[in-house]
T-cell receptor, first 106, second 116 residues
Framework: GQSLEQPSEVTAVEGAIVQINCTYQ??????LSWYQQHDGGAPTFLSYNALDGLEETGRFSSFLSRSDSYGYLLLQELQMKDSASYFC???????FGTGTRLQVFP | GAGVSQSPSNKVTEKGKDVELRCDPI?????LYWYRQSLGQGLEFLIY????????KSGLPSDRFSAERTGGSVSTLTIQRTQQEDSAVYLCASSLAGRGHRNEQYFGPGTRLTVT
């Protein structure tokens, strides 16, 4: 079947850099998206990769490698407000990953 | 501008009752999605509407679930004969572009359904 796997939890300190990985098993897709969800809130769109390589949006960057069936979200200069769950998603197949809970400590 | 709105925000119902959940997408967004999220879990796709095309119902878990979208705008998700395992947060999203594109989805606040 089709699935997206992510680490369940990642912890880091303010100011650090953290990478959240997403590995997938699927045949053919248009692009990989990333969403952020704070506790009790709705998911919000962060980034999208249609092509292999790095997409940079401020402190957040996302990477895709189709040959490795792998992508990641890179968060730099971590802030306390970045504590949330992060989901990768196959945009056309409407499949979301298992989600990674990021906890940022002072 | 106004975002995606959903109502009710919370719904408690007895097992066996029917419920209707409403979603008002962002004006002009042709694509509308319904997802279900259990506590601490990821998003489970339910149904997708794109313009006037036939909806993709492949994610609906059983025939107790149905949805419609009237006039290409408001959508209603109906769950008949609710079961306790239907308890979850039901999220609606809309996007300007359809699936297969950079379909940046805008999510509503969700409806928390509790079946007792």
């Amino acid at each position: 079947g089709q699935s997206l796997e992510q680490p369940s939890e990642v912890t880091a300190v303010e100011g650090a850099i953290v990478q959240i990985n997403c590995t997938y098993q699927t045949s053919g897709f248009y692009g990989l998206s990333w969403y952020q969800q704070h506790d009790g809130g709705a998911p919000t769109f962060l980034s999208y990769n249609a092509l292999d390589g790095l997409e940079e949006t401020g402190r957040f960057s996302s990477f895709l490698s189709r040959s490795d069936s792998y992508g990641y979200l890179l968060l730099q200069e971590l802030q306390m407000k970045d504590s949330a769950s992060y989901f990768c998603a196959l945009s056309d197949k409407l499949i979301f990953g298992t989600g990674t809970r990021l906890q940022v400590f002072p | 501008g106004a975002g995606v709105s959903q109502s009710p925000s919370n719904k408690v119902t007895e097992k066996g009752k029917d419920v209707e959940l409403r979603c008002d997408p962002i004006s002009g967004h042709t694509a509308l999605y319904w997802y279900r999220q259990s506590l601490g879990q990821g998003l489970e796709f339910l149904i997708y509407f794109q313009g006037n095309s036939a909806p993709d119902k492949s994610g609906l878990p059983s025939d107790r679930f149905s949805a419609e979208r009237t006039g290409g705008s408001v959508s209603t998700l109906t769950i008949q004969r609710t079961q306790q395992e239907d308890s979850a947060v039901y999220l609606c999203a809309s996007s300007l572009a359809g699936r297969g594109h950079r379909n940046e989805q805008y999510f509503g606040p969700g409806t928390r359904l509790t079946v007792t």
